[in-house]
C-alpha cells in the first residue's frame, strides 16, 4: 500500500460529525476540505509551487480535512491516476456550487478509474468554491461526492442551493479558523523549508539574529539569508512587516 502524503487535521470527532451529518441530508456522503490557489501566480507573493495546482502537487499537500479516512485514501489513489484523464477535474470551477460532469469510463485507463469509484460507492461528485480573507487568490473548497447519480444529486443540490451555500460558509470559516497554519497553501505545499519557518517563528517572538543563530545552530549569516530570503518572497520591506504579512496569510498563529 502506498503511503499517503496528506495527513487529516485533527478535527473533533463531534465537529466532523455536524459537518457530515448536514451534507448526508443533502446526498452528500463524503467530502474533504482545503484552501488551494487559483491557477495564475497570487499576487503579493513569490512562490512558484503556488502558480499551478496541478495533480502531483495537490496529492503532496501535508493537510487536509477528511470526512472519513475511506476518503483519503480515495483521494490518493484518483489524484496519482485518474485526476489527469478526468474532464471534470480539469473544469473551470466557479465560486460555490459545481457539479462535475459524469466521468467518461471509456478505455483501459476508463475503466480502471470506473472500478475505483465503484470500489468506494461513488457515483457523483463536485466541489463547493468559498472566498477566504487571507488572500484574495486563494479559495477555500469543499471536495464533495456522492452515491447518488448526478441529475439527482443535481436536482437536491440545486433546489437547497442558498441554504447550503450559507451554512457551508460558516463551517469554512470555522475550520479556516482552528487550522490555517496547517492549510494555507504556503506551509501546506511546502513553499518554506523547515529552517525557514522557525527563523520566521522566532522572528516573530522578537528574537534577534544573533539569538536566532544559537537557538537553531546556525550562522548569523545563516539567519540573514533566510530572513533575506523569506521578505523577497512575502515582498516585506522590513522584518516587522514580514511577521505582520506570515500572521494575514495563516503563516503563523
Keep these: 500500500m502506498n503511503t499517503i502524503d496528506t495527513k487529516p487535521c485533527q478535527i473533533s470527532p463531534q465537529q466532523l460529525r455536524l459537518i ?62 485518474f485526476a489527469r484523464i478526468d474532464a471534470g477535474y480539469q473544469e473551470k470551477n466557479v465560486m460555490g456550487l459545481n457539479i462535475w460532469r459524469d466521468p467518461d469510463y471509456s478505455g483501459g485507463k476508463g475503466a480502471q478509474f470506473r472500478k475505483l469509484m ?39 443540490l440545486n433546489d437547497n442551493m442558498e441554504e447550503i451555500n450559507a451554512q457551508l460558509q460558516l463551517f469554512s470559516s470555522s475550520l479556516n479558523e482552528q487550522f490555517i497554519t496547517q492549510i494555507n497553501p504556503i506551509t501546506n505545499f511546502n513553499c518554506l523549508s523547515d529552517k525557514s519557518l522557525q527563523v520566521l517563528a522566532l522572528t516573530a ?45 495563516g503563516v503563523l498563529d
Excluded at 495533480?55 to 480515495?74: D, G, L, T
Excluded at 487571507?134 to 447518488?148: E, K
Excluded at 539569538?211 to 522590513?238: C, D, P
Design 20 to 81: 457530515s451529518d448536514y451534507m448526508a441530508q443533502y446526498g452528500i456522503t463524503e467530502f474533504f476540505y482545503g484552501i488551494t490557489t487559483k491557477s495564475r501566480m497570487p499576487q503579493g507573493i513569490d512562490f512558484k509551487k503556488l502558480s499551478r495546482r496541478v495533480p502531483n502537487e495537490m496529492q503532496k499537500a501535508q493537510y487536509s480535512v477528511f470526512s472519513s479516512e475511506k476518503i483519503r485514501r480515495f483521494r490518493h489513489d484518483y489524484l496519482q491516476s
Design 118 to 156: 465503484e470500489q468506494y460507492g461513488l457515483n457523483s461528485r463536485g466541489v463547493w468554491y468559498f472566498p477566504v480573507k487571507y488572500h484574495s487568490d486563494w479559495t477555500a473548497v469543499f471536495v464533495f461526492f456522492s452515491s447518488l447519480e448526478r441529475n439527482e444529486l443535481t436536482q437536491i
Design 205 to 249: 517572538e522578537g528574537y534577534a539574529c544573533d539569538e536566532i543563530s544559537q537557538k537553531l545552530k546556525l550562522s548569523e549569516s545563516g539567519v540573514n539569508y533566510h530572513l533575506t530570503r523569506l521578505k523577497e518572497l512575502f515582498h516585506a520591506k522590513n522584518r516587522a512587516q514580514l511577521v505582520n504579512l506570515a500572521h494575514t496569510l
